[in-house]
């Protein structure tokens, strides 16, 4: 394992305007070795979860690898100390438009590495990026990639938080109860991942209207339940509730709670009236929670999609949402 910190670097990344003076850079770190990175990591000394740090880096011209389509590779070493979700953000400064997004993938440090973890960035979806890291502890080679169909013309800056998740505990009491689930009145979306596209709008059916503004800080409950009744696509029972967020919220937590083990329940957050989706968490559990942190649009309607995955029992569940505020 590193130190929790080899350096504190004071100089500004200009494109992020980010202020020096009294505040200085929160820069722990900056990218020294651009010409190697892409293969050799970085010794940041960082480890994760202790408290808050951040890396700066930069996307450089002159490095476009064609067969993975990235225009730039940074390889960074840093340390996890525990299991608890990390909470990474990920800042780009100008020039973001020349990308198509920002892949994060984290590496064990075998000979032959195995990707144990990745998040993209798809930049029409929120102003920045924000994903949970859950792995044991160890060491691991952090690589960012700049997704592109071609060189860049100039350096993209970019900025990484690692920080604790914020809390995220179920309330007590309910904020909104599923109201009408006859003949499936709000499944609204059909989800089969082995087709493309994997998403299809039910237009006999439409999301409930939950009234939920999210406010960051501020925490919700929604509670429902699912049925076992084969449907067409590979899921059984689906329930979607449409929710806001408010001027003050960036970023949402939810976490999918249900009873039993005898079901696997998944959730899928889309913008609405559109099939794209913002974060699906749809990982093979039968015992959850299903728990994901993600980015979103300040002042926007979002569905949130619940779904019972083929083969699972009917079961009630609990989606406990999240508001939080990033400040760059």
Request: with cysteine; net charge negative; hydrophobic share 35%.
């Amino acid at each position: 394992m590193y130190g929790t910190r080899i350096r504190t670097l004071l100089a500004c990344l200009p494109l992020l305007a980010i202020a020096c003076g009294d505040n200085s850079s929160p820069c722990d770190y900056t990218e020294l070795a651009d010409g190697t990175n892409d293969v050799t990591a970085e010794m940041t000394g960082f480890v994760l979860g202790d408290h808050t740090t951040h890396v700066c880096g930069q996307f450089d011209p002159a490095h476009f690898n064609s067969t993975i389509a990235s225009a730039d590779d940074d390889r960074y070493r840093v340390s996890v100390t525990g299991t608890t979700p990390i909470l990474i953000d990920l800042l780009v400064g100008d020039g973001l438009d020349a990308l198509t997004g920002v892949t994060i993938r984290f590496y064990d440090l075998a000979a032959n590495a195995t990707l144990l973890g990745q998040a993209h960035y798809d930049p029409s979806t929120a102003d920045h990026d924000a994903f949970l890291l859950a792995l044991p502890p160890g060491d691991y080679d952090l690589v960012v990639s700049a997704d592109a169909p071609g060189e860049i013309s100039a350096p993209i800056t970019y900025r990484l938080r690692f920080a604790k998740m914020p809390a995220c505990d179920e309330p007590k009491d309910a904020t909104y109860a599923e109201k009408d689930d006859t003949g499936g009145a709000n499944d609204t979306v059909a989800v089969d991942f082995t087709k493309d596209p994997s998403f299809t709008a039910m237009t006999s059916s439409k999301p409930e209207t939950s009234g939920i503004g999210v406010t960051a800080g501020q925490t919700y409950l929604i509670e429902g339940a699912l049925d076992d009744q084969p449907r067409s696509d590979q899921y059984l029972d689906r329930d979607t509730y449409e929710m806001s967020t408010d001027e003050t919220t960036n970023e949402l937590a939810v976490k999918l709670a249900w009873d039993g083990t005898a079901s696997d329940v998944d959730y899928i957050l889309f913008e609405a009236d559109s099939m794209k989706p913002i974060v699906a968490a749809n990982l093979s559990s039968d015992t959850g929670p299903e728990l994901a942190m993600f980015a979103v649009k300040p002042s926007t309607k979002y569905w949130l999609w619940v779904g019972g995955f083929e083969g699972s029992m009917a079961t009630s569940y609990r989606a406990t949402v999240c508001g939080n505020h990033f400040f760059y």
